[in-house]
């Protein structure tokens, strides 16, 4: 249930066999059926996700006008990180495409994670800094970019995906 | 000279004394000129600056066609964050648009930093997901809000850039 997450989380650090048990305690299996929210807009978010299976949608408004900005996936974390980090509630909610499969992990317990683990700030740092950067790379595109050009680079980056995603 | 970059860094951790004098080291005063370069669009970013004095501007693309989108002032930590972590050319430049003053950091001594300063990794945490949940917040608005209600919130954060920066 938990390799891929451990798989991932080694990709930054080394972690030791007793960090790996407090990791499998940490983070909970949860399910999450089609098209049911991770969070809901005004919610605080209180738990970070990782993905074993599903697809979600990050998106502002209402069921009325909708504006997407994000889609997730296997092997990749989901949550509010702004409402999380300001336990504010949260301007945009995390809804999943597909029947999803998730292992969570609370806010207490990622502070724990970060305590305890020996490597667990380089790790909050390292993931910090790819969301930053992966995220940056969305804005520049953003402001550089028609929209044609960004849809055939999200073509690109995720071809399972168009056909994951209802239009 | 390092007071207020001193303070800065207690915002996020403790210092001892002998880690004061690691980074009164480690970060170095450099100045700009009004309207040269802290980095140039395809250079590779290797060293982070904290602002003591000046307002830089972030862009893109060449003189004929420039894309503003970002402005630091005092008290603030510039670069490319992407090129420097992933030591890439960096896509958008960032200029002076004041006479400026700066204390720099390189890479190598931001390793040392995260390595040596006991709760360096922490501090490298906070800061990566501060800068994260900013550039979140201007995405969202990238999304959701028309020009003139971007411009008046960024009247309503910076008023003194306002004065600052040529139209």
Redesign the interface.
Known sequence: MHDSLLVTIRRFITLGLAEEDLLRQWFVPETVPKGAFFLQPGEVSRKIGFVLQGVFHYF??DDGQR?T?YFSREQEFIGD??SF??AQPA??GIQALEEACLLTISADNLQRL?REVRQG??L??LV??T???D??????S???DPPAQRYARFVRTYPDLVQRIPQ
């Open positions: 502002q408004g504006l900005y990180y702004e980090l300001s301007t945009h970060y700030e380089h909050g740092r910090a800094e969301l930053f950067v995220l940056l790379r969305q804005l520049t953003f402001y550089k």
